[in-house]
């Protein structure tokens, strides 16, 4: 069996009200049958579950540790061990070790978060709602060039869910996967502060502003070409 690690979760005034079970990335998340989860983004791959909470998960948000899951190499491990040990006067750390660790990566699997756990003495449930909580990092690779678009409120009004939807309709992918041949990932952002430029759309950092439905092949193609593949 993985290792389970059991995290306290909300309780209600008056007990804990009807719940139902929800996965995400190996997380079961026990949640109010009234929560509202189509109000929230979900990453592909998530599923929904409506089974009858045990007693047990009422109380818990419970992580499994897959068995079969890789394990890192000894030169991974000492170069995850040498990012933390770079960063240990700093009073709050955890995000600065993990952005080097999702630039030097490429991805925050559980078990790099194991490592940083037993490195800065945090817990893996700690360290796991920052790597989920924060766009920037991912739990599974990213493709070599990251496009991101927009869905705060002001892109979403002139059409960022189109755009969005056209990136996902030309290159065979939904929104967090990654294409086959590892050249793009898309993602559906929160807002990131272009508003003025909306709907925005960014490339590994780069903005582009007040995006048409109609560019988005060109864009494509564009960096297709960057990298000598075909259109």
């Known amino acids: ?16 009200p009807p ?17 509202n989860w189509a109000t929230i983004p979900r990453r592909v791959g998530e599923r929904r579950f409506g089974v009858a909470a045990s007693h047990q998960d009422r109380t818990s948000v419970v992580l499994e540790r897959s068995r079969h899951m890789a394990r890192l190499s000894g030169a991974s491990v000492a170069r995850i061990e040498e990012i933390c040990d770079a960063y240990q006067g700093e ?8 952005s080097d660790i999702q630039r030097e990566f490429g991805y925050v ?3 790099v978060q194991e490592v940083v756990s037993r490195k800065t003495g945090l817990s893996v449930a700690e360290i796991y709602g920052v790597v989920t909580f924060y766009s920037f990092f991912s739990l599974t690779p990213k493709g070599k060039h990251v496009i991101g678009c927009c869905l705060g409120t002001a892109c979403y009004v002139k ?12 290159l ?11 050249m793009f990932t898309i993602d559906a952002l929160r807002c990131i502060g272009a ?3 909306a709907p925005a759309v960014t490339i590994d950092g780069k903005v582009y502003a007040r995006v ?3 560019q988005v092949p060109g864009i494509i193609s564009a960096y297709r070409q960057m990298e000598g593949g075909a259109e």
Request: glycine share 10%.
């Open 195 to 197: 508003c003025a430029a």
């Open 91 to 98: 009073k709050t750390p955890l995000v600065m070790i993990l």
């Open 19 to 35: 719940t139902r079970t929800y996965c995400r990335h190996r997380v079961l998340v026990q949640m109010p049958l009234w929560y």
């Open 159 to 170: 059409g960022a869910q189109r755009i969005i939807d056209r990136f996902c309709n030309d």
């Open 109 to 111: 699997p559980l078990e």
């Open 172 to 182: 065979g992918i939904e929104p967090g996967g990654t294409t086959d041949d590892g």
């Open 1 to 16: 069996m993985g290792r389970l690690l059991l995290i306290p979760g909300p309780r209600h005034a008056h007990g804990f």
């Open 212 to 214: 048409d439905i109609s």
